[in-house]
T-cell receptor
Framework: NAGVMQNPRHLVRRRGQEARLRCSPV?????VYWYRQLPEEGLKFMVY????????ESGMPKERFSAEFPKEGPSILRIQQVVRGDSAAYFC?????????????FGEGSWLTVV | KNQVEQSPQSLIILEGKNCTLQ??????????LRWYKQDTGRGPVSLTI?????NTKSNGRYTATLDADTKQSSLHITASQLSDSASYIC??????????????FGRGTQLTVWP
């Protein structure tokens, strides 16, 4: 994984608390994707962002979830009032452009556990 | 509906043996297909990228094939090693129109290589 940094790697939250997951893409990459992987399941698309813009958030739950990719700083996936069903691995990926020929690099994931 | 189906769901082989993993997709419009390897607790790592015009592509002991007419792909692993034990994920990219930047993931084939 060529440089996509996610933190924290592991996060434990009580029901009702907020979880903030951060993703720093590969240097120079302006496209960021967030995916969620539930236990024993495949990766599911959540949101696709470019700098300061949300391009496609069709995979995001309508409530409690939000994402941003500011001009400066990492992309943030924010989950408010977490519930047990939010427990999953959240992966961030980045690419230099949306061009189909580019390799998309994944981070190592952030594991959220809601207790 | 855009879907990616992988088979088998899980596979156990002996070290040194070959195996073939299958991927069928209905994603449209199709741009390219990728195979990723995901070790337990890690992020996916790209193995191959195949565009519409490519039928076969190799990366060391990994050989991917693509039949865009039947919308099928396979990943062949030769002379398997213990380190090949991982989940292999088929990903189809549709990067035009309303699906710009979308990656569609299969649920993966969990490969276990025994000594």
């Amino acid at each position: 994984n060529a440089g996509v940094m996610q933190n924290p790697r592991h996060l434990v939250r009580r029901r009702g608390q907020e979880a903030r997951l951060r993703c720093s893409p590969v240097k120079g990459h302006s496209h960021v994707y967030w995916y969620r992987q539930l236990p024993e399941e495949g990766l599911k698309f959540m949101v696709y962002l470019q700098k300061e813009n949300i391009i496609d958030e069709s995979g995001m739950p309508k409530e409690r979830f939000s994402a941003e990719f500011p001009k400066e700083g990492p992309s943030i996936l924010r989950i408010q009032q977490v519930v047990r069903g939010d427990s999953a691995a959240y992966f961030c990926a980045s690419s230099p452009t949306a061009s189909s020929g580019n390799t998309i690099y994944f981070g190592e994931g952030s594991w959220l556990t809601v207790v | 509906k855009n879907q990616v189906e992988q088979s088998p769901q899980s596979l156990i082989i002996l070290e040194g043996k070959n195996c073939t993993l299958q991927c069928n997709y209905t994603v449209s419009p199709f741009s390219n297909l990728r195979w990723y390897k995901q070790d337990t607790g890690r992020g996916p790592v790209s193995l191959t990228i195949m565009t519409f015009s490519e039928n076969t592509k190799s990366n060391g002991r990994y050989t991917a094939t693509l039949d865009a007419d039947t919308k099928q792909s396979s990943l062949h692993i030769t002379a398997s090693q213990l380190s090949d034990s991982a989940s292999y994920i088929c990903v189809v990219i549709s990067d035009r129109g309303s699906t710009l930047g979308r990656l569609y993931f299969g649920r993966g084939t969990q490969l276990t290589v025994w000594p």
